[in-house]
């Protein structure tokens, strides 16, 4: 299996540390991983993004032409990602940021408040944690549990109380998806 | 040994410090400043020396003194930064100063862009500043081989005596993997130079330099470096050959641009294209022999790089007559998809009627029984 | 029978290529004389110039690195960053360190590299047959400023010496010249110096030297040294530069 996703949206929505979780993640339970920032100019102007695959063979290309999946943290990254993800992949959006309608009726879109989930949680800054949650649970690449157990070797990682609020927050995300398909299904 | 998840760019400055380099001088250019802004936090826990110096000219110079006071020593820099450097790295050739240098390639001429390019083949392979000489061209395409050969970079500029050159590109500099680095070697153990300048203590003044007034001189010397580059090629030619086994027609690619290649292969190979993949490692010496050995039995060739080709002449030279070479390159910092080199590899493969060739195989196969 | 002269052991028993008149003779004898009486022969690396005295490795009995025109300060930057125990100069003429390596220059002196420069200002460059240098004086000759150096066509005589003084790593900065025993005797004095800042880890020191090129400009030896007199230690005024050593205060209370 080779699941190639997009992580989008403003520098310091924690963007580039969503992607890093995945692909660290996806390092420690075997997994061949890459992960591909946008570099340059471009960083410091104020959106960012990363690539990041992860699969059970060798990675050609760490650049994700047709990614299976875009995860928006913002409307400029919808506009720009929601025209490339390919066809039957998912789309997960911030719920409290983008409101933009999707014009494509070949994938599975999913809109999680993550920043109000954070609010509730305690720790606003968390908000991209539960989005990988979120990611964890929609894209089914790797258990939940073993983003947590990953999640102690990142920064977050560094003092218990904070990676105990950021598990937290992996779980409020994932069951938000949960709760979400459910919907999708009934509706 | 545990495997880090470690961008390109601090992959390459740890496997330097592993390797025992302890100077670095470099001069901030994108896509490769977070080469220097590891080595100036790196260097400073082991007791090395990191200066940004204010120039690529003075940055080179500074490695030219440091490899002649015996330093382990290295500096890095993205195209149009290498090409100020070549001077110096001319004058290291030809002083037979070991060093190692990095480029990270971008999109040129001129300013160009940051995107990622193989556009500085030419370059880093036929020399690259004046004279008659050659640097060892090393070109990784994974993290992992990028920790490896930067790691054995630092040993080869020591036994030859020459510039080593690391050649990657913005894309590999970024880009994150799992690396297993090796253990680190500590540079006191290293052997001892009998040739640095350290001062004449209990032994003759010694000089280091590569003027040499005497045309006849200067003649000997180049016949010196000449019979050096001879035994680099027969001694460090590296490659990989991928899926070649059955393979009726292979690609020639290096770098990031063999990544793509093999995504286009398991393409191919699904559709039933018999295709495989021969990936130079040494650019310079180029690979030459084994692929020359490959085309007595592939007789069809193409030739992929993001550039407007120039490894291609170094495929045309191996291959000679053997087989037919065809090119397709993307200058310029595009990043092709692996889809489009499929494409590409599908139409040499059907304009050579390969898949009718087999066919044909097949019926007459089938007749004998 | 006592000896009262004898060749520096730091020189080779070589003979020099230098015109009859040229200054890098005497300047080399004083530089030999000053590593021998330092007793810093054995630890002491050169980095020689492009230019007359691109040669000078024929010349001194120590470890020599060759630089490209112009890098001589970053050369000897690599080799002191690797060997900080180790003395370092560089001996560079007035376009190799104040046109082609200015920058270098400016910036070794301002990142207070521990080496000693040996600046050779004989406003011209020798060893490609005359042409205007940065520090040529207006009206002198040269092959590249017909009629003489122009300012408003050709600009300005440099000053690089007095540029360093304001660069925060520079501690020792004077200029001197080698055109009679009495300014040699300060010449090497100077020298001293400079090389002691060095030995004490101060920081950048540069001895700018006036020197003579009869050939260039097209004078006898002896008119040679008087122009440096009337007309280029005008432009280029003889002294102290800077000097954050200290040594002369230290001296005074001494004595």
């Known amino acids: 299996m080779t699941v190639k996703s997009v992580f989008a949206g403003f520098g310091g929505q924690g963007v580039l540390l969503m992607g890093y979780i995945l692909a660290f993640t996806g390092m420690r339970i075997g997994k061949h991983v890459t992960y591909l920032p946008s570099y340059g100019a471009e960083v410091r102007g104020g959106t960012a993004n990363c690539t990041v695959v992860v699969s059970d063979q060798e990675i050609a290309s760490p650049v994700a032409s047709s990614p299976d999946f875009a995860v928006v943290m913002n409307n400029p990254s919808l506009i720009r990602f929601a025209t490339v993800v390919r066809s039957g992949g998912g789309l997960l959006l911030n719920d409290d940021l983008v ?66 609020i950021n598990r937290k927050a992996l779980d409020a995300g994932a069951e938000a998806v949960r709760q979400a398909m459910k919907k999708e299904k009934s509706a | 040994m545990t495997k880090q998840l470690m961008r390109g760019s601090h992959v390459l400055g740890e496997a330097a410090v592993r390797a025992g380099c302890r100077y670095y001088f470099g001069y901030p250019i994108t896509p490769q400043n977070e080469v220097p802004e590891y080595l100036s936090g790196r260097l400073l826990e082991v007791g090395g020396t990191f200066v940004q110096a204010e120039s690529e000219l003075s940055s080179i110079n500074m490695v030219i003194g440091a490899a002649m006071a015996g330093g382990r020593v290295m500096t890095s820099s993205s195209s149009p930064g290498i090409s100020l450097k070549q001077e110096g790295i001319s004058y290291l050739a030809g002083q037979e100063m070991p060093a190692v240098i990095a480029n990270m390639i971008r999109g040129g001429p001129g300013l160009g862009n940051i995107a990622p390019a193989q556009s500085d083949y030419f370059q880093a392979t036929r020399g690259g500043g004046h004279g008659d000489y050659r640097c060892l061209v090393l070109a990784p395409a994974s993290c992992q081989e990028l920790c490896d050969l930067t790691f054995s970079a630092f040993d080869l500029a020591d036994k030859y005596r020459n510039p080593v050159m690391i050649l990657g590109d913005g894309l590999m500099g970024q880009m994150m993997e799992p690396v297993e680095f090796p253990e680190p070697v ?33 003649e000997a010397h180049n016949y010196k470096l000449t019979r050096k580059y001879d035994a680099m090629t027969a001694a460090e030619q590296r490659w990989e050959e991928y899926q070649c086994d059955d393979a009726l027609l292979v690609v020639v690619a290096y770098g990031t641009a063999a990544r793509i290649v093999k995504g286009a292969i398991k393409r191919v190979r699904e559709m039933g294209l018999k295709v495989g993949l021969f990936r130079p490692i040494s650019l310079y010496p180029f690979p030459k022999e084994p692929l020359s050995r490959l085309t007595q039995r592939v007789r069809q060739v193409l030739v992929f790089e993001m550039s407007s080709g120039q490894m291609v002449e170094d495929v045309q030279i191996a291959v000679k007559s053997q087989a037919e070479v065809h090119f397709y390159g993307r200058p310029g910092g595009v990043i092709p998809t692996p889809e489009e080199v499929a494409h590409q590899i599908s139409h040499y493969y059907h304009n050579a009627h390969l898949a009718q060739g087999e066919a044909a195989d097949g019926r007459r196969a089938g007749g004998a029984a | 029978m006592k000896q ?102 400016v910036h070794a002196a301002n990142r207070g590299e521990k080496i000693t420069v040996l600046f050779i200002n004989n406003g011209v460059y020798g060893m490609t047959g005359g042409q205007m240098a940065p520090t040529t004086v207006a009206g002198m000759n040269s092959t590249t400023t017909p009629g003489g150096r122009d300012v408003a066509r050709d600009g300005y005589p440099l000053d690089l010496t007095q540029m360093l003084a304001v660069a925060g790593g520079s501690v020792y900065l004077e200029r001197v010249a080698v055109n009679s025993p009495k300014n040699i005797k300060k010449a090497k004095k100077a020298i001293k110096k400079a090389f002691q800042a060095q030995l004490d880890g101060l920081g ?50 001494e004595s």
């Open chain 3, 204 to 253: 950048f020191s540069l001895v700018e030297i006036l020197s003579t090129c009869p050939t260039n400009w097209k004078m006898s030896p002896i008119k040679a040294m008087e122009y440096i007199d009337q007309s280029m230690s005008k432009v280029f005024p003889l002294g102290v530069i800077k000097d954050k050593t200290g040594y002369d205060e230290k001296q005074g209370e």
């Open chain 3, 4 to 105: 009262v002269f004898h060749k520096p052991k730091s020189l080779k028993p070589a003979i020099y290529h230098y015109c009859p008149g040229c200054g890098h003779s005497i300047i080399h004898r004083l530089v030999a004389e000053v590593i021998d009486e330092l007793g810093i022969q054995e630890k002491t690396v050169g980095v020689p110039p492009a230019g007359c005295a691109v040669l000078a490795y024929n010349y001194f009995d120590v470890d020599m690195g060759e630089a490209p025109h112009g890098r001589a300060v970053a050369v000897a930057t690599g080799i002191k960053r690797v060997l900080p125990d180790r003395v370092v100069f560089t001996y560079q003429g007035d376009g190799d360190i104040a046109a082609i390596g200015t920058g270098g220059a």
């Open chain 2, 186 to 218: 500590d540079p006191a153990a290293l052997p001892k130079k009998d040739w640095i300048l350290d001062g004449a203590k209990g032994r003759p003044s010694r000089i280091i330099l590569s003027m040499l007034l005497d045309p006849k001189r200067l």
């Open chain 1, 99 to 164: 409101h933009s309608p999707v014009k494509r009726d070949d994938l599975t879109v999913l809109r999680i408040p993550v920043s109000t989930i954070a609010h509730q949680l305690g720790e606003d800054r968390s908000a991209n944690v539960v989005m990988v949650g979120a990611f964890a649970e929609m894209s089914q690449v790797a258990p939940l549990e073993a983003f947590k157990e990953a999640l102690a070797d990142t920064g977050l990682g560094k003092k218990a109380k904070v990676l105990e």
